[in-house]
């Protein structure tokens, strides 16, 4: 089983909930590793997610498209005159699922950020046909987003495994103690973790099938 991870926005976790997941997986012993498919800016999330799978992998094979510019990988291929090569990226994730058990796709950006005029990471996903884990910055204003988001995955076609919950600070709110409660009442797919601020390790989710 295959997994991919989109966000509510750019500032969710998405990387950081990806390598606890890869390396709960890889605890249990399953051959699982990280495939950050298009990144902008810098490398870093798949360095991160490089070492999580054990460096298994090289980089290229994490991260197979590249773009410099700090921006949607749309804006960052016109700034640099660079095509953004979506099919690179879509066949690196078939490769790996042909040698591993488990790879987690961990998307740029939110859900329907733009690649190219006509395609969307939505797009990516679809075409991969694999479950979507939606990571949350669990704060005051989430709900929007996350409804809107997993909304536009089920209207899609597309399976919505469920959602997780990141506490990116200390503080805690009203708003970010009631958000699991609200969302698990006007949402279909089940919260399937929440991760406080700091934490270095966390289990696999009992809901999501390996």
Known sequence: MHYFITGTDTDAGKTYVTCLLIEALRREGHAAVGYKPLACGDRMDAHALRQASEEVLSL??????????????FAAGLLENKKVDVEAAKQGFFSLAARFSQVLVEGAGGWEVPLTEKLSMADLAGEMSIPIIVVVNNKLGCLNHTILTVKNIQARGLTCAGIILNNTHDERDLASISNRMVLAQFLSVPVLAEIMHGESQMDWPADLPL
Do not use: D
């Open 60 to 73: 290229e094979e994490v991260n197979p498209v590249y773009l410099k510019v700090p921006a949607s990988p």
